[in-house]
T-cell receptor, first 118, second 112 residues
């Protein structure tokens, strides 16, 4: 079946511009996660959605970053006034959530969006 | 000290060799331990997971967890060139609000 898809695969923008990154999770997965992966690093948690609501946004680095999931499926990560330090691969993952609600249940990752801020 | 430490490599071994990949961690609350494989320009893919201490085997892959030493390992037997990738360890405390914490990843090259 279809996996997690992310668009665009690459995004080049200029410092100060606004960008939107899209994630389409696996059908039926209620949990959705955004991560940021810088070169030579592991993924770092940004935000977690359970359904339509952001259950945990503690990983968002500052108020330039915002994410939505209005219908509980597709999610958009929005970055305002981009800075060169925002350059990274932005990964989206989705999962089913077990009865315990534990977030360590198997997460399926998309291929990521490579963001370059010039 | 970071919560999860992983040597970034690169690690180069000849085809057919046994590969040993390792991570150490500092948070004794971690109970769920994972290994992800990430090919270049792709997202991470879950290889194996274990709860608490012990060993788990899946084909050529064996995961070991030693909670007393806060040390986890992934062994790959009969390594193949197609195993060349970055291997990320990851762990979580398994409570509702706990995030998955990833290591930096180890780049592995299997030489034909």
């Amino acid at each position: 079946g279809a996996g997690v898809s992310q668009t665009p695969s690459n995004k080049v923008t200029e410092k100060g511009k606004y960008v939107e990154l899209r994630c389409d999770p696996i059908s039926g997965h209620t949990a959705l996660y955004w991560y940021r992966q810088s070169l030579g690093q592991g993924p770092e948690f940004l935000i977690y959605f359970q359904g339509t609501g952001a259950a945990d946004d503690s990983g968002l680095p500052n108020d330039r970053f915002f994410a939505v999931r209005p219908e509980g499926s597709v999610s958009t990560l929005k970055i305002q006034r981009t800075e060169r330090g925002d350059s990274a691969v932005y990964l989206c993952a989705s999962s089913l959530v077990s009865a315990s609600g534990a977030r360590a249940d198997t997460q399926y990752f998309g291929p990521g969006t490579r963001l370059t801020v010039l | 000290q970071k919560e999860v430490e992983q040597d970034p490599g690169p690690l180069s071994v000849p085809e057919g060799a046994i590969v040993s990949l390792n991570c150490t961690y500092s948070n004794s609350a971690f109970q769920y331990f994972m290994w992800y494989r990430q090919y270049s320009r792709k997202g991470p893919e879950l290889l194996m997971y274990t709860y608490s201490s012990g060993n788990k085997e899946d084909g050529r892959f064996t995961a070991q967890v030693d909670k007393s030493s806060k040390y986890i390992s992934l062994f790959i037997r009969d390594s193949q060139p197609s195993d060349s990738a970055t291997y990320l360890c990851a762990m979580s405390a398994m409570n509702r609000d706990d995030k998955i914490i990833f290591g930096k990843g180890t780049r592995l090259h299997i030489l034909p």
